[in-house]
């Protein structure tokens, strides 16, 4: 049986705003499929006595001072922008609302 | 026939839960060096970091988190040991790396409350709202939409983003379910957000200005047949931008939920907004699917592990909460609960105390900051404290009670220290407003006030003491009102044999 | 006389006697960049005017007397991974083509603060996601030793550019081998320090909590010093090591290994490994026990793990850190004609500027995220990290350092393995536990497997945080190497270019 579904691969490309055509979604169901069956051993290995590890260096409590650094100019900021205006990076217009 | 909000609550017990989002006032964003300073130009304020540009990397705040702990034993919370952000992802241009740091299922602060009082039917009633969290996160950028109805998202062209905003410091506290607050839902809501802001105030670490969105409440509500013991589907009402408008909300969303129930239609569990003109609120766009964030841990970020002591040295410095501190100064200044009430209202507690800290007389010094200086203060559009200094007002209520000056005179000084003149003592010197206490001037200001109304005087030498007034107005008068009152009737009445 | 087949050490006392000016150094370099680099395809960008400033600036302070670094004026190859300011920087992908960062990634600034000369940014597969440099959106490079075959990956156009004498320094990222596999396939040194050795600001992110910059170059001696130049504690990475760097320049000089244990792990051998990578790899251990350390037989049993803990850990925060390349603030736009929302514009940029290999791991990563898999998979590899993890700190109790063969195989042919991603991954099996538990890994050559003539890497990991332990081991059995076979390997290496 599959692990992985076209539909579910269609609902992970929309997840991921990846625009996909469907000779995409077809290839990539069947290569996600192998490569599921292939990472799926990671769950025979993991016990639950096992804590999960997130980070390979046990450190804590890294701050910084509150201290104002200069900030980028403004120029700097907007030199990659593909559009801008009133020194504001111009987007397309947003449809849905904010979280 | 639409029910009316009595009709609700006779049907339905409401279920609360309010969500508060705080901006703190830290001199810096939350994982980067870039000014938190209000209103510069745009993308003034944004650095690698705050822009989410390739290969930046989040560094915490210290004062954040310290603020966070601060918020979190104000609340009667536990402060986690450990605790870790988390990436919650979802796309939205207006948030720089489509990911919000923030965090999940292990924050810093847990399970607090906090109480509020209510003027109820039965008297004033405390009501406990349990606090589930207190969490660490970071805000978004601004959004300015162009084109169509301009401001409006809903038909615009394109919008223009603004990051200065994006990275300011956020802190989410969210309540658990309120259940029993039966009708006053709405005022305990208001009452939950108001205590929270003052106590937010009273700690400094945030601006609490609800209209420039630096705090910000989200309302759930849902409703449940009574004694079904079920739990009804909730709405989450966002952008209530003032203490008025929280119970406003809740009021409306009530009555919108009741009558869908009653016309046997579904509660759907949505995002709506408030809507200031009516009161109402209306969906938001509803997403095709659900949101999935797909948390988890920050990679580039190490854990937050407070040490006890820390946290100790941190309660210590804890200011008196703001409920505790408002019936002590209304006992020892007895004032009148609506004068308190007022006096909160304007935000003028904290410089009343300092007056009265310099020595004024509490009802003084009250008075004074609630009435000539706010009235002042309205028409110019500023705040009162902008005008005068607490130092100067209790200087003029001092000289008052020293018999310096009137209270007509008084006006007058305040009017100048107001208009730019300077200190109380050289706008006195400068229009000449030292009262008359020179006994022979007064004197014969007396004899012609007794010249005048000859039947007065006549009828205060009879033992009629009170009608001495009209004669010590005539010589207030004739002084231009710069002579002590007091002293004049002690003249007065000595003259006429009294 | 030409200096490009010197050491970086040699290029660096070359320098101080004034034999050769940083000018000159740099030029002849990019002469023979000019030379060879049409077949290899090692470099995406070069700045010959910035590198030349930068020569010029280290020839001026020289003559003024002033006290420079060791590597002052000795040229090296920036992996296109790493933000520089003003130069651009793709990461290999089509979605960044064009984009100037308008600041410098830390080791970016202690390079030019060292005085080294940045001759321009190397080719590498897109925002580091594979093992031949076959996944670059412009174009594979191609190895030295062979033009046909891979120069391995990501980081293939750093390793490419030494073996082909193009830069005798480099910089690489290393998240699952990137800089250790190409050294191996090419005859080169790599070495990936300890997580939070080096400061990750500036480096474009794959998998944050494996990611780990490193140098690269044809000795251990010349990476010990490019170590020094950019290691150490950065503010602006929070998982910076707050502590001094181990002495690797002096490790790498020591030349003695006598009493040290030396640990072999079972899991990375044998089956699956390339005959003639094993049978170098077995001659070099008895370099070691001649030199006078002892042999160890170590078990890692978790390590079968790795890999598919690996494809999970790594596609899940590369899913979350290439989520900002949305056309809204750098970078590539498509399809904003007006009539779209952004939304959508994000969907056709995505699909447009991402490679792929890179949409294959955004979608597996946001499938392992997702609710309801969570658990099974991010959460189950995590806990095998914490398994691996263990099994090095038990094979450490018994060792000083850990070997094995960097690949289990030399270097294949370009398109070989293209269309079969798990075969592909199989590159990493001997290189991805290192990431996965943060330790220190380094690739050096081991001679020319019999049956292809090609590189043979092999792997030294030492403890975390104890980096000297591998340039100590590593040193001392490139010079028993070299004794042995009367040159260095990369003296066999194939002429190139008409000069
Ligand atoms: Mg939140
Ligand atoms: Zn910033």
New binding site residues.
Partial sequence: MAAISRDEVAHLARLARIEMSSEELDHLASELDQILHAVDRVQEAAKDDVPPTSHPLPLKNVTRPDVVIPSLSPEDALSGAPASDEQRFKVPQILGDA? | MALTYDDVIAKYEPTLGL?V?VELNTNTKMFCGCSTEFGGEPNTQTCPVCLGLPGSLPVVNEVAIESAIKIGLALNCSIAPFSRFAR?NYFYPDMPKDF?I?QYDEPICVNGFLDVEIDTDEGVKTFRVEIERV?M?EDTGKSLHVGGSTGRIHGAEYSLLDYNRAGIP?M?IVTKMIPGTEKYAPQVARAYVTELRDILRSLGVSDVKMEQGSLRCDANVSLSPRGSGTLGTRSETKNVNSLRSVERAIHGEMIRQGNRLENGERIIQETRHFLEESGETRPGRSKETAEDYRYFQEPDLVPVAPDASWIEEIRATLPERPSVRRKRLQTEWAVPEKEMTAMINAELLDTVEATVKLGADPTKARTWWLGEISRVANEKEVEAISLMTPAQVAEIILLVASGELTDKLARQVVEGVIAGEGTPREVIEKRGLKVVSDDSALMAAIEAAIASQPDTAQRVRDGNIPAAGALIGAVMKATGGQADAARVRELLLKHLGQ | MTFIYNTAAEMSIALAAKEVSAVDLANEHFDRIADVDGDVHAFLYLDKEGALAQAKDVDAKRAAGEKLSPLAGVPLALKDVMAQRGIPTTCGSKILEGWRPPYDATVVTRLKEAGVVILGKTNMDEFAMGSSTENSAYGPTHNPWDLSRIPGGSGGGSSASLAAFEAPLAIGTDTGGSIRQPAAVTGTVGVKPTYGAVSRYGLVAFSSSLDQAGPCARTVLDTAMLHEVIAGHDAKDSSSINAPVPAVVAAAKKLDVKGMKIGVIKELGGEGFQKGVSERFNEALEELVKAGAEIVEVSCPNFEYALAAYYLIAPSEASSNLARFDSMRYGLRVGDDGSRGAEEVMSLTRQAGFGKEVKRRIILGTYALSSGYYDAYYGSAQRVRTLIMRDYEAAFAKADVLVSPTAPTTAFKIGEKADDPVAMYLNDIATIPVNMAGIGGMSLPCGLAAEDNLPVGFQIMSPAMKDDLMYQVGGTLEAALNSKWGSTLMSQAPKLGAK
Avoid: V
């Fill in positions: 979280e | 969500e989002h919650k919000q923030s969490h996160e956020l989410e």
